[in-house]
């Protein structure tokens, strides 16, 4: 945790400095990226709710993503990364920002072929949507969630240092 709560930090400065608000949707880092951002002062401020989306079920009841959804794609992409962030963003009011994480963080890989120390984060905001691939090429599940973590912080700092003010 010690090494996500500088960035996460950063990332409560400029959210509340821009009078902003995020929500998180993220599945293989555990709920990390939310308490880095919890565990800041003034949390209220800016953190509108998240959740771990880590199964089908979470995925339909939380976000109501269904099967129709992924038509032509499937989880643990970009592409699903940015429907989280997106859809995290629309379906918790007064959300300005959406994160979404979205990977297979060992000893295994995924379901969908993808290896250990594999994930996806996507930002959703005022400065349109981004979305990485991060591959850690490490089997240690607890590095990879917080590396998974500390990337999605990093992105969504980027994402609101070049975003442009609210109109």
């Known amino acids: 945790m010690e090494t996500l709560l500088p960035r996460a930090a950063k990332a409560a400065t400029l ?68 429907l989280l962030a997106e859809r995290a963003r629309e379906r918790i009011a007064d959300s300005h920002w959406g994160l979404g994480e979205t990977g297979a963080t060992g000893p295994t890989g995924n379901r969908y072929g993808d290896a250990a120390g594999h994930s996806c984060i996507a930002v959703a905001g005022l400065g349109g949507t981004r979305a990485i691939t991060l591959e850690t090429g490490s089997a240690d599940r607890i590095a990879n969630m917080r590396a998974f973590a500390a990337a999605a912080l990093d992105l969504l700092i980027e994402m609101l240092e070049a975003a442009p003010p609210r109109s």
């Open 15 to 82: 959210l509340k400095a821009r009078g902003e608000t995020l929500a998180v949707a993220e599945s293989s880092t555990g709920g990390l990226i939310s308490a880095a951002l919890l565990a800041q002062p003034g949390a209220s401020a800016y953190f509108r709710g998240g959740g771990v989306i880590y199964t089908r079920q979470a995925r339909a009841g939380l976000l109501g993503i269904g099967d129709a959804d992924l038509a032509g794609f499937r989880p643990s992409t970009e592409r699903y990364a940015a």
